[in-house]
Structure formats: C-alpha cells, structure tokens
C-alpha cells in the first residue's frame, strides 16, 4: 500500500465512523465500522490504535468542519448565515456526530466543548472585528456559553426526538431532524441573539454588583467593534485533518 493509499484509506475509515455513531452513537462496534468502511478491524486498530483513537481523530475533523462553516458564515455575514441554514443537510451528519458525542459524556464530551468553546472565541472575535457581533464583558465565559447552550438546546430536542435515544438515524433522518429544530426555534433563536431578551439593564447591573464582576462594559468604554480580538485559549491538541 503507497503513502497516499494509507492515507486515504484512514480517511475513510475515519468518515464512516463518524457517520455509524452519528447513526447509532458510541455502542457502534468497531466491526460495524470497518464493515462499512469495507476494511478489516485489524487495519482499524494499525491506523488509530484503538476505538479510543479512533473516535480522537474523528472529534478532530468534525471539528474542522463546523469551525470552517462558522468562519465562512460570520465572513460572510447575514446573507451567508442564511445560505448556511439552508445548507444544513450537509452538516447533518457532522452535528448528530457532536450530540451522540456529549449524550455519551466522559472526558471525550469534555474535551469536545473545551475545543469548541476556544474555536468560538476566534469567529466570535473575527464577528466583533467586522462589526456583525457585539463585544461581551467577557469574551471566553461567553463563548463557551453560547456553545453550552446551542449544544443543550439541540441534544435535547433530539433526544426528544428519538424517544429513548435507541433509535438508529439514517442520514435523511439525520437531515430531517435538523431541519426540524430549525423550522421550531430558527426564529426564535436569531431574534433572541439579535435583540436579547430583557429591555433595560437593571438585572444585568444588579447581578454585576452581587458578584463584583463590575469590568468595564463594551457599550460605556465606546469599544470599537475594530478592537483587536482576544486571543483563544490555548488547546491540549491541535486538530488533525485528513482529506
């Protein structure tokens, strides 16, 4: 087997892992991976080592992938968060993979929101940089809020949607799921991100004042929207991507 061959065939296997536990979550066997990547277990364990690996290399790429639409989209500003949306059968297997991901838990789950809780605060910082997002008291605690909450938010509608979460989603019921949470709290979500919920600031002031978090506020300091951003956490791993 040459270089390249090697290569492109732990891609494949590393996709068809991720489509079996967007399908069926972390009880996918190790043989039902190989079977659909149509390779042997033994060539699973020679390229990652073991599940543990496997499911590593998987975190990563999925990873890559959402973290590249998010750039594109806040580049790109409304009119392509829209053409996201509209696309978001491409990204459905990728999505189901991340909430399989956290309804297993362990320190695989954790490890997964501490990497996209640090990617967030980079196209946070690029939105606040082009003037599409607002600067935050602070930056990281929203972050990882913000990636708290969207993940919450849709692990429950899914596990809403699937009953006792047994159910094996193919990937057109991957994609109508996902379309599915959409359509219910689309709206409701944008206007909730655009125009906040409470009129004033008073509890906000209040909650300030209680905890000592009394910082300087973006909206009293006049911060630019062109203010450099902050620089990410630092994370335990780089991300692999292979093509």
Not at 22 to 44: D, E, H, K, T
Not at 134 to 149: F, Q
Request: glycine share 10%; charged share 20%.
């Amino acid at each position: 087997m040459t270089a390249e061959q090697d290569v492109t065939t732990r891609a494949r296997i590393r996709d068809a892992a991720i489509e079996q536990i967007a399908r069926s979550g972390y009880s996918a066997s190790v043989r039902s991976i190989a079977q659909a990547a149509g390779v042997s277990v033994g060539l699973i364990n020679h390229h990652f080592g073991s599940k543990e690996g496997l499911r590593a290399a998987c975190d990563d790429h999925v990873l890559g992938l959402i973290m590249t639409a998010k750039q594109e989209s806040v580049a790109g500003g409304a009119m392509a968060s829209l053409a996201a949306m509209s696309r978001i059968e491409a990204y459905a297997v990728p999505v189901a993979y991340c909430l399989r991901s956290l309804q297993a838990g362990g320190s695989a789950a954790a490890r997964l929101i501490d990497h996209f809780a640090s990617d967030a605060l980079v196209w946070i910082a690029d939105g606040v940089a082009s003037g599409l997002l607002k600067p935050s008291l602070d930056e990281e605690a929203r972050a990882r809020t913000l990636t708290v909450m969207g993940f919450g938010s849709a692990l429950l509608a899914l596990t809403l949607y699937t009953g006792d979460g047994a159910d094996e989603l193919s990937p057109a019921t991957l994609s109508e799921f996902l379309n599915q949470y959409i359509a219910e709290h689309g709206l409701s979500m944008v206007e909730l991100y655009t125009h906040g919920v409470y009129a004033g600031t008073d509890t906000l002031d209040a909650f300030r004042e209680a905890t000592g978090r009394t910082g300087e506020d973006p909206a009293d300091t006049g911060a630019s929207h062109t203010a450099a951003p902050r620089t990410a956490a630092p994370r335990t791993a780089a991300p692999h991507r292979e093509d």
